[in-house]
């Protein structure tokens, strides 16, 4: 793991960042996520008196913290062995939730940044899609997903303007969904999605961290009401080397 030079400061009371309301803790835990991420799976974390002597913080700070990150699935540990780097992919399942709701349920911090968010007319695919003319307006949020601040996914959603008069004066850091359920009454209950593997462009993996022409996950979904009437189109890009798909078969009776 990188050398970071420890704190220096004496006056700084334990489970306290210098100019930040932030715990200690939480501070170290997002920086040895950082380190863990760029670790191959399964290796050795150095001990906690060496890692509490690398931060400048107290064992019992790194056992926070440490154990934040296995609880989360970033590290796990081995009785006498130590702790280790965990693999870092976060599996996917067919349940329909939102990206916030799936960091939050692996204890991650999920954020966004706002790429674009603005109205324009629906267009051809979008209208087809959303089943509306192509001369209607929409409303299109484009976000880049961070987990812990981490880069995950690119993500650009487009909704029916006249569903969500004012959307684009809310916060939309927060959950889409909770904003469409909780303010205009819309709710998602089904889905469908397109899964297909992409190489990224250089924009798309300068904004996700990785090389140009990386694997990613191009996700494609339509999101429906209780009536079957389409919500939203959303097009998500998942770093392959974050995300996996799993999904349960069952061979049906001869």
């Given at each position: 793991?990188?050398?970071?030079?420890?704190?220096?400061?004496?006056?700084?009371?334990?489970?306290?960042?210098?100019?930040?309301?932030?715990?200690?803790?939480?501070?170290?835990?997002?920086?040895?996520?950082?380190?863990?991420?760029?670790?191959?799976?399964?290796?050795?974390?150095?001990?906690?008196?060496?890692?509490?002597?690398?931060?400048?913080?107290?064992?019992?700070?790194?056992?926070?913290?440490?154990?934040?990150?296995?609880?989360?699935?970033?590290?796990?540990?081995?009785?006498?062995a130590g702790t280790f780097a965990a693999s870092t992919v976060v599996a996917k399942n067919l349940t329909m939730s939102s990206f916030t709701e799936d960091m939050e349920a692996r204890?991650?911090?999920?954020?966004?940044?706002?790429?674009?968010?603005?109205?324009?007319?629906?267009?051809?695919?979008?209208?087809?899609?959303?089943?509306?003319?192509?001369?209607?307006?929409?409303?299109?949020?484009?976000?880049?997903?961070?987990?812990?601040?981490?880069?995950?996914?690119?993500?650009?959603?487009?909704?029916?303007?006249?569903?969500?008069?004012?959307?684009?004066?809310?916060?939309?850091?927060?959950?889409?969904?909770?904003?469409?359920?909780?303010?205009?009454?819309?709710?998602?209950?089904?889905?469908?999605?397109?899964?297909?593997?992409?190489?990224?462009?250089?924009?798309?993996?300068?904004?996700?961290?990785?090389?140009?022409?990386?694997?990613?996950?191009?996700?494609?979904?339509?999101?429906?009401?209780e009536r079957s009437r389409p919500l939203e189109v959303t097009t998500g890009l998942y770093r392959a080397d974050r995300y996996e798909m799993r999904v349960a078969v069952r061979r049906?009776?001869?």
């Amino acid at each position: 793991m990188n050398e970071t030079a420890p704190s220096t400061s004496s006056d700084t009371a334990e489970g306290e960042v210098p100019g930040s309301q932030r715990p200690k803790h939480a501070r170290l835990r997002q920086r040895l996520r950082a380190e863990v991420q760029r670790m191959t799976a399964h290796t050795a974390l150095p001990t906690e008196r060496e890692l509490a002597g690398q931060y400048g913080v107290s064992r019992s700070t790194v056992r926070q913290a440490l154990d934040a990150l296995a609880e989360s699935g970033v590290v796990y540990r081995v009785h006498g062995a130590g702790t280790f780097a965990a693999s870092t992919v976060v599996a996917k399942n067919l349940t329909m939730s939102s990206f916030t709701e799936d960091m939050e349920a692996r204890g991650l911090v999920p954020g966004n940044r706002i790429l674009a968010a603005d109205e324009r007319e629906a267009g051809r695919q979008i209208a087809e899609e959303l089943r509306l003319g192509e001369s209607d307006p929409v409303v299109r949020v484009m976000r880049l997903r961070l987990a812990d601040e981490w880069p995950m996914c690119l993500e650009t959603v487009h909704l029916p303007a006249a569903r969500v008069p004012g959307l684009l004066e809310r916060d939309l850091n927060d959950s889409l969904y909770r904003i469409l359920r909780a303010e205009y009454g819309m709710r998602l209950v089904r889905a469908e999605q397109v899964w297909t593997a992409v190489s990224l462009d250089e924009r798309s993996a300068v904004l996700l961290g990785v090389p140009t022409g990386s694997p990613a996950f191009q996700v494609r979904r339509v999101g429906m009401d209780e009536r079957s009437r389409p919500l939203e189109v959303t097009t998500g890009l998942y770093r392959a080397d974050r995300y996996e798909m799993r999904v349960a078969v069952r061979r049906g009776l001869e």
